[in-house]
């Protein structure tokens, strides 16, 4: 959805920042400061944020806590940079993740930190897996996105991002997501027939790596009774289940990792995008004890310890996740958004609800409308985006602090903007 | 070099951390603060740092006046984390790498902000030189390390790394490093013939990538000639040239970039590491305007805009690089650096001095020595460590900005170090 | 199915043959003499085959009007080994295969002489695709079978084989063949969603590869209307369709080629086993005109004219194909086929037809019976074979020459073997 | 080099057939019989063949003893194809191929009968020996040439022909064959210091293949030290040694095996090409009993029985090889071969003698040079070929069984067209 219309301010940019950048076409402005759910711009404008980082800022931006944490750390020349050393800050967020986190749901994962990217935490899960099952075979899934680097992206679907490799991407197998086919066609029934069948040319699986919700290919949520079936294949199979949990983990969701009330338990997870809390970088492998086969730095990386992310990760963890107060405003949230979007949905003929928890979206049916929508949006203060193969759906990542009449603000806003859009098309469905 | 001895201290790193921590292996203590060239451990010991985060910490621990500034652009909420659109910050980190740093060395490169880690610089660079050419083939060297995700990782030599993909690594070959077969061989040679022969099997590359001094890889030093030569077969062969600059540059080998006094201009250069400064990830693709070839996107990654690494990366651009005093204190200290590792290279038979500027080492011929006179310098408060095939190195990666008497301090106890061991083996050979 | 008994006369294959060796451990006996549908042991004892090379001898052992004309050829000293030179017999084929098969067929293909291996043509025909469409990804089905060499093993389903390769098989995607989940299931609608799908993770194919009928993967037969649907969905994804007809072709599916009466038009055919008509390597890759763009040797082969096999094939077609008469001998034949097999499959509760034209089975359910039966059968003095994944097929592929008697003769000695097997196992079904 | 000038008698060639067609274009005629060392074409007019199927002829076209011996087949109907079944023909070859080939050299290898193309019996050994030693790493030469099939191809150096893939070709490293960087360096070095260095970047290998003398890629004669050196770095490694002694086996090196005279013992050869005798497709590849792994059909084909070439391989084996006459004739004859090659090198600056044993040429600096002196001697009645990356070589490969009067005319051809086409050009040098 590019909008290029680089101001004066924006020169530098044109000049030396590389044609690869992509989020600034959409929103042609400089953005300064950042506090909850809102932006503002150079020009002292602000905005209502509901891209939030694309699922990075799940607790707004600049948390107070966080904030000072990291300011007294730094105060205090608190260690910033350790390689893999032992740190007083790791130790501590070690400590709240195994106490609030992984305790309570009775995981016993091992915390492997990889480089500070998402992606980086896929291709760890990746060798991981081929490494304890000595196969090469990975299945993904339609519409997948696990990351742009070479092994993960051999797991992305979107052909945009594949054509960047300029080289063969190798052991994957592509299986249909849930509902791919449409809500009558159970697509693990393939699944399972390729997998038991000794002649199908799916070669034994090392892995099944699978977003429950498929963020950036378009808001697809699979259904539990799916995702269960899914990880009873895969262990009949000898393969480990992947949950790549990176955009929809956090409590995206509705619940801090994406599959909780599903009732399986994944060999390995992935985590980035927020579980710093606070924007920075940071990427987690969970896995389980009897998987965790690396030797010493057998996956390495100069920054797989980000001691200020461990900082505010820590009090993200502590401050939300401790009780289940955040948990109960998710439920409320969810319901506004829900409420909104399915105003959204009355508007386009054909229009569907998609997404799941705190990470929902309408598929408005081109891409081109989306487009128009969420610019729109923008020019009335709000930041959305699209997602989707063709961009058709837009999808609302708002913080998931974001007080309810900040909500409710944003929602309208994205609705005014929708019916200004249709109208000019003569396209509005009856409310 | 494991001296893993876990003390209570340490419980939940055991209890929950994945097995593939490292460094924290050799150095059995929990760090808290850290100031310039300095470490403290929570027992409050302070250790002399010649690690460095790997060369992630060129201008030392929480350097003042980046600490001020990022402490600042906290404090009035500043945006934290903006994906990849125009910010502040980000425009005048530009302007000042433009003005310092790319103008006056007749560069007319473009940044492009890769995912914040060394590997997703060169997964960037490889995937773009493929693009550009329509090639597959990347020519890489012996000890060449250039990450672990799996595009980067099949141009790492080191066979650990390597056999951690689990999977084929493909689309590069492998040819021997400056001086791989001793003074007299001119390996580019063997690249020359294999490039022009028809019939060599080395398909054409998309191009050449090379660090000038390998870290990794025990610390080679590529002259200037030969990395000259490499530069035009790369232009012969239509394919462009990569210098990764992750570990060498920053200052590390005594310029900005390592390649300054070559005469050779590349295609594409990596930076990562010190490139924040504060030791926050971060990492840059810089690329000459004609390959700057990705669409909006096709290359991204969620943390490719590091807010808090960007007010830093400035001001370490505008505090060392602004005119020439840092480089000239750079020489004092490599002359130092130099000196005293001349004395340990006189202490083991058969030893040899490797690498250069600021980036410095001794082969002493086996990596049980080398960890051994390692372990004994981390008793006596000095953090170092090895490189090489064989981590056969002990390699001085001191801060950039030690100051001259705790260089020499250092230095010192590694000398006390080296001799302890050499005593306690009866290896010491006449000084 | 291996009945592994050797004798002393065959000493010599367990000490000297490798242990690849398969057929012979299933029919342990010396086969000396072969003429038209029988076989003659080094003890004299003849056997039906209803084997015959895998569909390789469909016009018999040893046609008596063919073996004259190789005789006759050898006897003036008629070259044997052109390379690619042009010799008469290579022209007199050609004549041939134009006048009586492509011409007649409205088929301008070129005729690419491979390596004589139905591989080789397979082979071949990849890379052409890949070389026409600058793509690298190939489409392959469940269950199909197209031979074992790096390239074609990539688009073989069976495990067993894959596994042999040693090393990762890449650029194809595996996609459900007819029928693979039921009648119900229309599996062209989920490879026109991928295809369109620009986020599936299915790169834009090069190519579809598919057998009319799967051979080796269970005498799978697809329908006409799924063949014109994949063929359309190639078409409009600017990939070439592929047909391998090396099993079932030269009649064995009732038509010259299997495709015949289903309203496609192949871009590339493969051909094999029986196109020299007398068993002797042979192989084709038919090429549409546009698509003929290897350079001279770009493929190349030492073997890639077989002037002996030139002279039998062309006498082949010449016989069998010049006129209607012995399709019509094939429809009767196959009736034949089809009724003995029903009986068949009336003894087995639970078995299925399979297959078409002349090229029919049963899958009774289990591999352990179809050895059974298929061993029993050859104590009786028939030779037959199973197929499919779990070689759970009983594999009828007699030579189409055979005359009606003998057919009728073979098919009993089947009955009378399953009887047996089935009495003993008290498995057997009212009749 | 092609000539292509297609008379009326060849249309259908141009009509039907590939344009993938090759040597066609360099002796435009139709030949129709060859006896012996002599061809004769449509018109008539026969040549002398110095080209004899690429070493597929060694001895000589329609051998009156093997003839007979087919026909004889023939008559009584001898089974023609047999898949893998035992046949009598097939123990008689094996128990020929002991007597007389492999036990007196003391080899234990077991006979493996592949697809009957070099390409298959690469494809075999490749595939074993990742399967014997669990690795993928294949390690082939500069210049090498071990078939056009995707696993094979990865090994060919020849970049025409890797260009053919369409596909990234993978699992093999390539190495500087002997002499390739001069006589002056040993290139074994190189290929210890990598195997050895465990950050070279080179995966232990499977296999290190190699032809002692390279036949497609210019008649580079490997020294006997360097391939016993490859040897014994193989073994150290713990990588099987396959020689590929399809062009240079069968005598063409003055020995039956290539290697016979180098104290090594490959774990693989393969061979092909001249291995009937009579031109016939047919293929082996020798396996010492310990690693001849593969399950029954694991490796599998349809030809990999061709009953008619094994008649012939035995009177071949019987005929030549019983005793030493041959081996002795071969001695004569490569005088005489090397006599007139010298003679050839001496009118061309700068010409160098190419090959060994029999397969001798002369790098006369340009492939437009060669090609015209090997057009000009079709002109006079002699077919030649050229090989080497730039086709810069001239090279004799005449039937091992060519008289010496014929073998003298046939040179005295070859130098008479070379003096043609160098005094048209002015360059003959003083003779």
């Known amino acids: 959805m590019?909008?290029?219309s680089v101001t004066n301010s924006t020169d530098i940019f044109t000049r030396r920042e590389s044609e690869a950048r992509s989020y600034c076409r959409g929103f042609p402005t400089s953005f300064e400061q950042a506090k909850g759910s809102e932006l503002t711009d150079s020009t002292g404008r602000t905005y209502i944020d509901f891209l939030a980082g694309c699922s990075s800022?799940?607790?707004?931006?600049?948390d107070a806590d966080m904030k000072a944490a990291l300011i007294e750390h730094m105060n205090r020349d608190g260690i910033a940079h350790g390689l893999d050393l032992h740190t007083g800050p790791k130790a501590a967020f070690l400590e709240a993740f195994e106490e609030h986190i992984l305790a309570p749901r009775g995981?016993?994962?091992?915390?492997?930190?990889?480089?500070?990217?998402?992606?980086?935490?896929?291709?760890?899960?990746?060798k991981l897996a081929r490494k304890v099952t000595g196969r090469q075979n990975i299945i993904a899934f339609t519409n997948g996105f696990h990351g742009v680097t070479l092994?993960?992206?051999a797991a992305t679907?979107?052909?945009?991002?594949?054509?960047?490799?300029?080289?063969?991407?190798?052991?994957?197998t592509r299986m249909p997501f849930d509902r791919y086919m449409g809500e009558q066609i159970d697509t693990t029934e393939l699944l399972e027939k390729m997998l038991k069948d000794k002649s199908s040319g799916v070669d034994a699986p090392a892995a099944i790596i699978l977003e429950t919700v498929q963020g950036e290919g378009g808001l697809n949520a699979a259904r539990p009774e799916w995702v269960k079936r899914v990880a009873e294949l895969a262990k009949e199979a000898g393969a480990l289940l992947i949950i790549d949990d990176i955009q929809a983990g956090c409590g995206r969701a509705g619940t801090f990792f994406s599959f909780e009330e599903m009732g399986v338990m994944p060999d390995i997870v992935t985590m980035a995008k927020s579980v710093s809390g606070f924007g920075l970088p940071m990427a987690l492998t969970l896995v389980r004890p009897e998987h965790d086969v690396f030797g010493p730095a057998e996956h390495n990386g100069t920054f797989r310890g980000n001691?200020?992310?461990f900082i505010t990760a820590r009090v993200a963890i502590e401050k939300f996740w401790a009780d289940g107060a955040f948990a109960r405003d998710l439920k409320r949230r969810e319901a506004i958004i829900k409420d909104g979007l399915e105003t959204l949905a009355g508007m386009v003929p054909g229009a569907k609800l998609k997404g799941r928890g705190l990470m929902r979206g309408v598929d408005v049916g081109s891409g081109d409308l989306a487009g128009e929508?969420?610019?729109?949006?923008?020019?009335?203060?709000?930041?959305?985006?699209?997602?989707?193969?063709?961009?058709?759906?837009?999808k609302i990542l708002a913080p998931l602090t974001t007080p309810d009449e900040t909500l409710t603000r944003g929602i309208n806003i994205l609705l005014d903007a929708a019916r200004d859009v249709l109208a000019g098309q003569n396209k509005i469905a009856a409310e």
Chains 1, 2, 3, 4 share one sequence.
């Open 57 to 62: 800022l799940n607790y707004g931006h600049n």
């Open 107 to 126: 995981m016993d994962h091992r915390v492997m930190f990889t480089g500070p990217t998402g992606a980086n935490a896929v291709e760890a899960a990746m």
């Open 307 to 309: 001691t200020h992310a």
């Open 2 to 4: 590019p909008r290029d």
């Open 373 to 394: 929508i969420c610019g729109r949006a923008f020019d009335k203060g709000l930041v959305i985006e699209t997602s989707g193969p063709e961009d058709e759906v837009v």
């Open 151 to 153: 092994g993960a992206l």
């Open 157 to 172: 679907g979107n052909s945009y991002h594949r054509g960047g490799a300029g080289i063969t991407l190798h052991g994957v």
